[in-house]
């Protein structure tokens, strides 16, 4: 795995830096997106710029490479998933509780009508 998902010396650079920091302000960037009423396509542009922003620290702490788009898209797509789960949890939430007479929640991340 060592040069296709990551660059540094050891994998728990990469889970700290990518899944943990990164992890955690994608899934608060989705979350900020669904209270907001943002659409999805919104979401997904505002990942692309905090992939840019993990990268970054892979650079500035680990000197790793700044403008590698193997290890760009990398973090985009897990940053993405974070966002993602974070923006459908957030979503599902907002639905059942103001709209309570209408939908349900069918699992955490989605609902559906009442019956």
């Given at each position: 795995?060592?040069?296709?998902?990551?660059?540094?010396?050891?994998?728990?650079?990469f889970?700290?830096?990518?899944?943990?920091l990164?992890?955690?302000?994608?899934?608060?960037?989705?979350?900020?997106?669904?209270q907001?009423?943002r659409?999805y396509?919104q979401?997904?542009?505002?990942?692309?710029?905090?992939?840019?922003?993990?990268?970054?620290?892979?650079?500035?702490?680990?000197e790793?490479?700044?403008?590698s788009?193997?290890y760009?898209?990398?973090?985009?797509?897990?940053?993405?998933?974070?966002?993602?789960?974070?923006?459908?949890?957030?979503?599902?939430?907002?639905?059942?509780?103001q709209?309570?007479?209408?939908?349900?929640?069918?699992?955490?991340l989605s609902?559906?009508?009442k019956?």
């Amino acid at each position: 795995m060592h040069g296709i998902l990551y660059e540094e010396a050891s994998i728990w650079q990469f889970l700290f830096v990518s899944c943990l920091l990164g992890g955690w302000a994608a899934w608060m960037t989705g979350r900020a997106c669904a209270q907001t009423w943002r659409s999805y396509p919104q979401l997904v542009l505002y990942i692309l710029g905090l992939g840019l922003g993990v990268r970054f620290i892979h650079h500035a702490l680990f000197e790793g490479t700044m403008f590698s788009l193997q290890y760009y898209i990398v973090d985009t797509v897990i940053l993405l998933v974070f966002a993602t789960l974070g923006y459908k949890y957030t979503r599902t939430n907002q639905m059942v509780k103001q709209y309570h007479w209408l939908y349900e929640k069918a699992s955490p991340l989605s609902w559906r009508a009442k019956s």
